[in-house]
């Protein structure tokens, strides 16, 4: 069994209200205000959870300099208030950062549809819209 540490706990928490104030500050019409408080909880929540020498390696390995460069761009043009520019080339970046990532994501959602109950409900939604057409 995995421990987890208060260290991690908290950099959970960190990196969910970032991902929610980056949301919601996108549903606001990009404010610029909440855009940077989010990008900060979420770098700062990334460094709880893996720590800061972890986090320093990932973000400046040389095959992932292009993207570390694009996605703090990105924050840094956030944080000067140029907040649709920004929130480009940072999801730029976050697509280059973790290209290596999604295909591991892409299938754990495969798997999630052998759980029966979430079969059973994508085989109704899939019926019913089929039937529509």
């Known amino acids: 069994m995995i421990t987890i540490t208060e260290f991690q706990k908290i950099g959970v928490g960190l990196s969910g209200f970032g991902v929610f104030f980056v949301l919601f500050g996108v549903l606001l019409y990009f404010d610029s205000v ?3 408080f989010g990008n900060i909880l979420f ?4 460094a ?14 040389k095959q992932k300099l292009r993207g570390t460069t694009f996605f703090l761009g990105g924050v840094a043009l956030v944080l000067l208030k140029w907040p649709r520019i920004g929130m480009l080339v940072e999801s730029y970046g976050f697509v280059l950062l973790f290209k290596s990532f ?6 754990f959602f495969g798997t ?3 759980i ?6 994508y085989n109704k939604l899939s019926g019913s819209r089929s039937s529509m057409v």
């Open 43 to 46: 770098l700062s929540g990334l």
């Open 102 to 107: 999604f295909p591991m994501a892409f299938g």
């Open 116 to 121: 029966p109950f979430l079969t059973t409900m």
């Open 34 to 36: 909440l855009l940077a």
């Open 112 to 114: 999630a549809l052998n």
């Open 48 to 61: 709880f959870i893996i720590g800061l020498r972890r986090t320093a390696h990932f973000f400046f390995q």
